[in-house]
T-cell receptor, first 114, second 112 residues
Framework: AQSVTQPDIHITVSEGASLELRCNYS??????LFWYVQSPGQGLQLLLK??????LVQGIKGFEAEFKRSQSSFNLRKPSVHWSDAAEYFC????????????FGTGTRLTIIP | NAGVTQTPKFQVLKTGQSMTLQCAQD?????MSWYRQDPGMGLRLIHY???????DQGEVPNGYNVSRSTTEDFPLRLLSAAPSQTSVYFC???????????FGPGTRLTVL
């Protein structure tokens, strides 16, 4: 069965500091991987996705993520966070045709301090 | 395109009441799904559909019914609401074979 682990429930960083959110997955084949962001009271917005090819993927709002098959990881990074990045971040793993389900991690809440 | 729309935005029910959460998409996506979001548990799949007339259970289906009579609509029915169903419900859709999902804005449901 596919699963996602986000080991950090809550992270606090200073504005302007770098950020890395961890995500580990379990999937029997090449996974499709996603990072979503959810601002308070809002729906989920797709930050970036990995399907195949270059293992370093760029997303919106200056975020990037690196797929490391050997470590079963897909960590999200940003070199310099802004106060508006405060939100909850979800990693998700899914399959393609024939495996339609998307499995989410439990989320990491990001707090930005001035 | 309006994308994925959900109604209502907020709802309060009493235990035992029934209601239907509406979800519609205008992107002609074959695949639609319902998730519930609870603190510390991420999003959990309730039911999903790979096309009109085809539905299947997800991770937490008990207490919920779905049907898919058209490509556009995928309503979620609570036949007898329970306090354990207090949650935020998200509908999502995507094209079959492309796993990127598009989410609606959510419905916040409280069952007293």
């Amino acid at each position: 069965a596919q699963s996602v682990t986000q080991p950090d429930i809550h992270i606090t960083v200073s504005e302007g500091a770098s950020l890395e959110l961890r995500c580990n997955y379990s999937y029997g084949a090449t996974p499709y991987l996603f990072w979503y962001v959810q601002s308070p009271g809002q729906g989920l917005q797709l930050l970036l996705k990995y399907f195949s090819g270059d293992t370093l993927v760029q997303g919106i709002k200056g975020f990037e993520a690196e797929f490391k098959r050997s470590q079963s990881s897909f960590n999200l990074r940003k070199p310099s966070v802004h106060w508006s990045d405060a939100a909850e971040y979800f990693c998700a793993v899914g399959g393609g045709f024939g495996n339609e389900k998307l499995t989410f991690g439990t989320g990491t809440r990001l707090t930005i301090i001035p | 395109n309006a994308g994925v729309t959900q109604t209502p935005k907020f709802q309060v029910l009493k235990t035992g009441q029934s209601m239907t959460l509406q979800c519609a998409q205008d992107m002609n996506h074959e695949y639609m799904s319902w998730y519930r979001q609870d603190p510390g548990m991420g999003l959990r799949l309730i039911h999903y559909s790979v096309g009109a007339g085809i539905t299947d259970q997800g991770e937490v289906p008990n207490g919920y019914n779905v049907s898919r009579s058209t490509t556009e609509d995928f309503p979620l029915r609570l036949l007898s609401a329970a306090p354990s169903q207090t949650s935020v419900y998200f509908c999502a859709s995507r094209r079959t074979g492309l796993p990127e999902q598009f989410f609606g804005p959510g419905t916040r449901l409280t069952v007293l």
